[in-house]
């Protein structure tokens, strides 16, 4: 029996496996600040499928998650419309680590430490296949966007500036 790349399990794929998701596992070599344009390059995908997970809050410091293309940026103006806050804007670092539980660089949406509200860029559930983190950093796994939607209420936003 060969013995492929196996990657140990994170609460990211237990969580995919115990909501029944199909994913595939892609490892990359992590670079400190390479962000989707260096994974998409390792990888050989479009940057433009390569989901980032960020973790943000609102004027009362109440933690959220987006989904954003790799290659755009969140308008915060727009995004806090849309979701009725006043403000929206990043989690430092250490608290965004605190409220999902993962590195910054390694966070998936799924199997968060904390519940928290997701938002997705509409047009990311239009793609039939997107690469997000899988739970740590250097490792991606591909599942169809709809998933998001299913198993983590992910509500559509259009919040995407081009980067």
């Known amino acids: ?6 990657i140990s399990e994170t609460p ?3 969580f995919l496996k115990a909501h029944k998701v199909a994913f595939t596992e892609h490892p990359y070599d992590y670079v400190e600040h390479g962000g989707t344009s260096e994974s998409a390059r390792q990888l050989g995908l479009d940057e ?3 989901v980032k997970t960020l973790v943000m809050q609102n004027q009362d410091a109440k933690p959220l998650i987006v989904l954003m293309h790799g290659d755009c940026k969140v308008s915060t103006k727009s995004l806090a419309r ?5 403000s929206v804007e ?3 670092p250490e608290v965004a680590s605190r409220h999902s539980g993962y590195l910054v660089g390694g966070t998936s949406p799924f199997g ?4 928290m509200p997701v938002y997705i860029q509409e047009t990311i559930l239009a793609l039939p296949r997107i690469a997000i983190n899988g739970g740590r950093r250097g490792f991606l796994v591909q599942i169809d966007p709809k998933a998001c939607v299913e198993v983590l209420g992910a509500q559509p936003v259009q919040c995407a500036l081009a980067e």
Do not use: D, E, F
């Not at 849309?82 to 006043?86: E, L």
């Not at 968060?112 to 519940?115: E, G, I, S, Y």
């Open 48 to 50: 433009h499928v390569v």
């Open 90 to 92: 990043p989690c430092t």
């Open 1 to 6: 029996m060969s013995k492929k790349n196996h």
């Open 112 to 115: 968060l430490r904390k519940a």
């Open 12 to 14: 990211a794929t237990q």
């Open 82 to 86: 849309q979701i009725g806050a006043k």
